[in-house]
Nanobody
Framework: QVQVRESGGGLAQPGGSLRLSCVVS????????MGWYRQAPGKQRELVAT???????DYSDSVKGRFTISRDNAKNTVFLQMNSLKPEDTAVYYC????????????????WGQGTQVTVSS
């Protein structure tokens, strides 16, 4: 069974930094896309950043230049380094593993973590 576990959320001051981590565990052969999404109160979940297994990355305009996504394919782990945090970055951040090939299973699947709270406030 595949599990997605995020860690690293918490409280930061405006202008501060946080680093999120996400580990995907289970009988995994490969993961195509790993990414971070966020959902603020009263808003829809939105894309923050994605990292495709070949190395390309994509960011939402609101975090470009401030957030950096990185990935350790050998450990099925993805990170999100968040710098120059703003109050509007406050949200629950979710890790997504997309296009997961599981050993012995046909097709691919997508999995989500439970989310980790990030609060930016003075």
């Amino acid at each position: 069974q595949v599990q997605v576990r995020e860690s690293g959320g918490g409280l930061a001051q405006p202008g501060g930094s946080l680093r999120l981590s996400c580990v995907v565990s289970g009988s995994i052969f490969s993961i195509n896309v790993m990414g971070w999404y966020r959902q603020a109160p009263g808003k829809q979940r939105e894309l923050v950043a994605t990292h495709i297994s070949g190395g390309s990355t994509d960011y939402s305009d609101s975090v470009k230049g401030r957030f950096t996504i990185s990935r350790d394919n050998a450990k099925n782990t993805v990170f999100l380094q968040m710098n120059s945090l703003k109050p509007e970055d406050t949200a629950v951040y979710y890790c997504n593993a997309g296009g997961v090939f599981e050993i012995g299973m046909p097709g691919t699947y997508d999995y989500w973590g439970q989310g980790t709270q990030v609060t930016v406030s003075s």
